[in-house]
Nanobody, 123 residues
C-alpha cells in the first residue's frame, strides 16, 4: 500500500505539497500516479511520473499549476500544487502503475492504492 499525506485546508491561490510513500516495499518500476475523487464522481487522473522521472503526464486542469516529482532515495513521490482553486477540492490518492501496458490516465492501470489525503480549497 501507498500512503498519501500533506493535505489540508487552504485558501484559493495557496500552495500545498502532497507526499506519497511506499512503506516497506520498493517503488514501482512502471511509475506512480496521483488521482483525486469527490463524492459521487469517478476517480480522476491528476498527474503521473515514470520510472526515474523520465516521463511526466498532467491532466489539462492542473497543467502549469501542479508539478510531480520523485525522490527515489526516500521512496517518495511528491505533488506540488500551486495556485489552488476551489475545484481542486478532493481526496487525493497515489497509486503505482501495475505494468507497461494500460493507459497512464486510467486508474485501472494502477494498484496498491492507499488511503487518500483530503485537500480542501476555500474561495
Amino acid at each position: 500500500q501507498l500512503q498519501a499525506s500533506g493535505g489540508g485546508l487552504v485558501q484559493a491561490g495557496d500552495s500545498l505539497r502532497l507526499s506519497c510513500t511506499a512503506s516497506g516495499r520498493t517503488s514501482s518500476s512502471y511509475g506512480t500516479g496521483w488521482f483525486r475523487q469527490t463524492p459521487g464522481k469517478d476517480r480522476e487522473f491528476v498527474a503521473a511520473i515514470g520510472w526515474r522521472a523520465v516521463t511526466r503526464n498532467y491532466a489539462d486542469s492542473v497543467r502549469g499549476r501542479f508539478s510531480i516529482s520523485r525522490d527515489d532515495t526516500k521512496g517518495t513521490v511528491y505533488l506540488q500544487m500551486n495556485s489552488l482553486k476551489p475545484e481542486d477540492t478532493a481526496v487525493y490518492y497515489c497509486a503505482e502503475r501495475l505494468g507497461p501496458t494500460g493507459l497512464v490516465r486510467d486508474p485501472r492501470s494502477y494498484g496498491f492504492w492507499g488511503q487518500g489525503t483530503l485537500v480542501t480549497v476555500s474561495s
